[in-house]
């Protein structure tokens, strides 16, 4: 069975700091973009970041940019999302998706077709 698995949520306090975990099963993410999105109650759901298949191109929503920090581990197939000076307005459910290409051209707006079921955020003041 082809899935996404996300780990690494919880409760933290504003200013704090926590790093999210996207690991496949049944394939490899190595291949392919991989982007995080996060859904709040009420809102829109909202991209995060992503990161392209050779890790040259990575992309940032306005609202994270020089807090949050996309990566990748190739030798364990596993992206990373480190979220740093975290607020209440970062709270949500965040998940990860591959996308069907290399690239995060458009990453917004791009069809995905595997994603994971989401892990939960939660920023306390």
């Known amino acids: 069975q082809l899935q996404l698995v996300e780990s690494g949520g919880g409760l933290v306090q504003v200013g704090g700091s926590l790093r999210l975990s996207c690991a496949a099963s049944?394939?490899?993410?190595?291949?392919?973009?991989v982007g995080w999105f996060r859904q709040a109650p009420g809102k829109e759901r909202e991209g995060v970041s992503c990161?392209?298949?050779?890790?040259?191109?990575?992309d940032y929503a306005d609202s994270v940019k020089g807090r949050f920090t996309i990566s990748r581990d190739y030798t364990k197939s596993t992206v990373y999302l480190q979220m740093n000076s975290l607020k209440p307005e970062d709270t949500g459910v965040y998940f990860c998706?591959?996308?069907?290409?290399?690239?995060?051209?458009?990453?917004?707006?791009?069809?995905?077709?595997?994603r994971g079921r989401g892990t939960q955020v939660t920023v306390s003041s």
């Open positions: 998706v591959a996308f069907p290409g290399s690239s995060c051209d458009q990453w917004k707006g791009k069809f995905f077709e595997y």
């Open positions: 049944g394939f490899t993410l190595d291949y392919v973009a």
């Open positions: 990161i392209s298949r050779t890790s040259d191109s990575t």
